[in-house]
């Protein structure tokens, strides 16, 4: 089993930054692709990015490409989404997630367990 905990989220105005956490518990942390999706009201939840196990493969959405910048440190168990220039489509509750497998990094499909997810709110 593994625990996935967000943190970071909150309320900011367009332009501005938010760092996200997610810190997990399990011994296969390290193991594990980690990704990140958002979901805003009435909309599906949709891939936003993923870092694969050893750290050095990045993938990301379009729509957030050049602002948002995904990392881990398996040493503390943690990923993070540094999200830069934030904007109001940006809103949503954001989760995190665990592969065990890195076959569909993309797909919600791919991702045995999710985090409760932070509310991220842009305003204009």
């Known amino acids: 089993q593994v625990q996935l905990v967000e943190s970071g989220g909150g309320l900011v105005q367009a332009g501005g930054s938010l760092r996200l956490s997610c810190a997990a518990s399990?011994?296969?942390?390290?193991?594990?692709?980690m990704g990140w999706f958002r979901q805003a009201p009435g909309k599906e939840r949709e891939f936003v990015s993923a870092?694969?196990?050893?750290?050095?493969?990045?993938y990301y959405a379009d729509s957030v490409k050049g602002r948002f910048t995904i990392s881990r440190d398996n040493a503390k168990n943690t990923v993070y989404l540094q999200m830069n220039s934030l904007k109001p489509e940006d809103t949503a509750v954001y989760y995190c997630a665990a592969d065990p497998y890195g076959v569909a990094i993309r797909t919600t499909r791919s991702y045995d367990y999710w985090g409760q997810g932070t509310q991220v709110t842009v305003s204009s």
């Open positions: 870092i694969s196990w050893r750290g050095g493969s990045t």
């Open positions: 399990g011994r296969a942390f390290s193991t594990y692709t």
